[in-house]
């Protein structure tokens, strides 16, 4: 009995040993769940400060166009350099001194079987694959390269400046290795410039639908360090510029540094990759995604880096790929979203590639910027454990968005400005998402959440609203919160729609939210679509029925038809003069009119 007594009295000393401050349980249970520590108020957020390199030359200038190709024709050029590699690489085996094969329907091709020692670019020189332009410093790749696995091929210095990669009538060259190593340094005071060469026209490599050259790593390891690529790829990832692409048995792996990827299709591409790093890099004006981090690429990393102008979206982390991070980086003016993290599984169910069927985890967004892109600044789709923290948007479109199945996302510390129509998105179909700290100004609806469940909004500061601070609409069970400030000038500060239930909210201060007296007819039909459709409709029949009122009918509106003649006939005597009487009654005898018609009169 004693021992009995002693542990309960133990228990009963269990909430002093451990206080929870006062904490309400869904902040006890958000904190407890974050992989970061809460803040207990909205705090500003530093801008990004980027590296002379990373800086875009010209981030207001219009995006890059997506380009405009026969698909198979694309298609099958990318199969043929598959197969040209496969075979390539099954003759390595056999060479024993770097050999230049010659390739069907393509440009012949430098073979470096392995060896210890690394290849440099005077190997290259020797087996005349490129050769010395007018330019001190300036070379022409005229032939691919291969590096066979367990060779290096070390391009450094070398008074090399600029290498073009030729593109011609005969084909297009390409610098890969399958299984090795390539390694291309430049300096600061004096980068390697790789570009894309068209020898006919004699200017940089145009993506015109018959293929450009582009550098690749096949399940190896590729080192960039000071390097300027641009025009360079085609149609697909793996030669759409520059990239990383792993095999089956074998993670692709490496680096850029303070590097610049411009004008080509993809800046740069990374699938089945491995701790790839990038840091201090520019991705700007790229047809697709400045940068992209494809499935099955985990653990990898990019500091310090923008994408500005791309065509598509400016960082991706694609399906599958997990455990990925964008940190103190830049998006900026790209055609699509600033940041798009997409961790949607690969498939929902059985597929005979027996992808991926649970959603990616471990991704992290921290102290970016995204200002001035086209759709989000940054969305979240999908994905388990998602963590958006200390960033800086801007834009005129939605802020932050979540939607998609993301499960456990946390957004903290993030600043939303620049006046966008919703600050933070969250839905459908998201749960147990934690919002925090975070401070959204001049937005017209703050936080608006659809259809999601579990949403904590906590320690929130919401200024210069016009319609809402918080709209919760459909579906939305367990959206509680507190310590949240809302102020602006809007219609509530806190609002349902949809059949969603009121949110639990405690220490809301709204005492800043000033109520619009009036609601104007444009206001309502502004934030009730369904409404305004059903206005427009009626006030399309109704100015097509006073147009067809309005409109004159024509007097004749057929052309081939007898003029209309009343039912009746009248007879009206006809004067003639006296000296011209005896010759009309000669002529045409008795007349009388019917209508507005001559007729003979009858005998």
């Known amino acids: 009995m004693a021992g009995a007594a002693l542990v309960l009295a133990g228990l009963t000393l269990v909430p002093l040993l451990t206080p929870t401050h006062g904490a309400l ?102 087996a005349g694959v490129v050769t010395p332009l007018n330019i001190t410093g300036w070379y022409l790749l005229q032939d691919s390269v291969l590096v066979a696995p367990s060779a290096t091929l070390d391009i450094a210095g070398d008074g090399l400046t600029t290498l073009l990669l030729d593109s011609n009538d005969s084909g297009f060259t390409s610098v890969v290795t399958w299984g090795g190593t390539i390694s291309i340094s430049g300096t600061a005071a004096s980068p390697i410039n790789i570009m894309g060469w068209d020898s006919v026209n004699n200017q940089p490599a145009q993506d015109a639908g018959y293929g450009r050259p582009y550098i690749r790593d096949v399940g190896g390891q590729m080192n960039l360090n000071e390097i ?98 964008l940190v103190d980086d830049e998006a900026i003016h790209n055609a699509g979203n600033g940041l798009l993290l997409d961790g949607q599984p690969l498939v929902s169910g059985a597929s005979p590639s027996g992808g991926q069927v649970e959603p990616s985890t471990g991704t992290v967004v921290s102290g970016s910027d995204a200002s001035a892109n086209a759709r989000s600044g940054i969305l979240v789709e999908g994905g388990s454990g998602t963590l958006v923290e200390h960033n800086i948007v801007c834009g005129t479109s939605t802020g932050i968005a979540i ?156 052309r081939h038809v007898v003029p209309w003649r009343p039912s009746y006939a009248l007879t009206v005597p006809v004067m003639v003069p006296e000296e011209e009487e005896d010759e009309e009654l000669a002529m045409a005898g008795d007349r009388e009119v019917v209508g507005t018609s001559w007729q003979r009169s009858s005998p």
């Open 228 to 325: 300027r690529a641009s025009y360079l790829g085609f149609w697909s990832g793996r030669t759409g510029g520059v990239a990383w692409t792993g095999i089956s048995t074998q993670a692709a792996t490496g680096s850029a540094i303070s590097s610049t990827f411009t004008d080509d299709t993809y800046g740069a591409f990374v699938t089945s990759a491995n701790q790839v790093q990038f840091s201090g890099d520019l991705f700007e004006a790229n047809e697709l995604d400045g940068l992209r981090l494809n499935r099955s690429t985990d653990y990898s990393a990019v500091t310090g880096s923008a994408a500005a102008r791309n065509g598509g979206n400016g960082f991706v982390i694609s399906r599958g790929a997990s455990n990925d991070s």
């Open 25 to 126: 349980p869904w902040v006890a249970a958000a904190r407890a769940s974050s992989p970061v520590p809460l803040p207990s108020a909205a705090v500003a957020v530093n801008p990004v400060t980027l590296s002379q390199v990373a800086q875009p030359v010209q981030p207001q200038a219009a995006p890059a166009t997506q380009p405009v190709a026969n698909g198979n024709h694309q298609a099958a050029l990318v199969t043929a350099e598959d197969n040209r590699l496969r075979s390539l690489l099954h003759h390595s085996n056999r060479i024993t001194a770097p050999s230049l094969v010659d390739v069907p329907g393509a440009l012949a091709t430098l073979v470096l079987p392995a060896r210890v020692a690394p290849y440099t670019f005077s190997d290259l020189e020797s």
């Open 403 to 558: 939607r998609l199945g993301a499960d456990v996302t946390s957004v903290v510390g993030n600043e939303v400005e620049c006046n966008p129509s919703v600050a933070l998105s969250i839905g459908p179909s998201v749960t147990g998402t934690t919002v925090s700290g975070n401070l959204l100004t001049g937005a017209n609806i703050g936080i608006l959440v659809r259809s999601s469940a579990g949403v904590r909004l906590l320690n929130n500061q919401l200024t210069k609203l016009s319609v809402f601070a918080i709209s919760i609409r459909g579906l939305s069970p367990g959206v509680v919160g507190n310590g949240n400030v809302l102020a602006g000038l809007g219609f509530e500060p806190v609002n349902t729609q949809d059949g969603a239930s009121a949110p639990l909210l405690v220490d809301t201060n709204s005492k800043a939210w000033v109520r619009r007296s009036e609601t104007t007819v444009l206001s309502y039909l502004r934030y009730h679509p369904l409404l305004t459709t059903w206005v427009v409709i009626l006030l399309l029949v109704v100015l097509c029925w006073i147009g067809v009122r309005l409109r004159r009918r024509p007097a004749a509106p057929y």
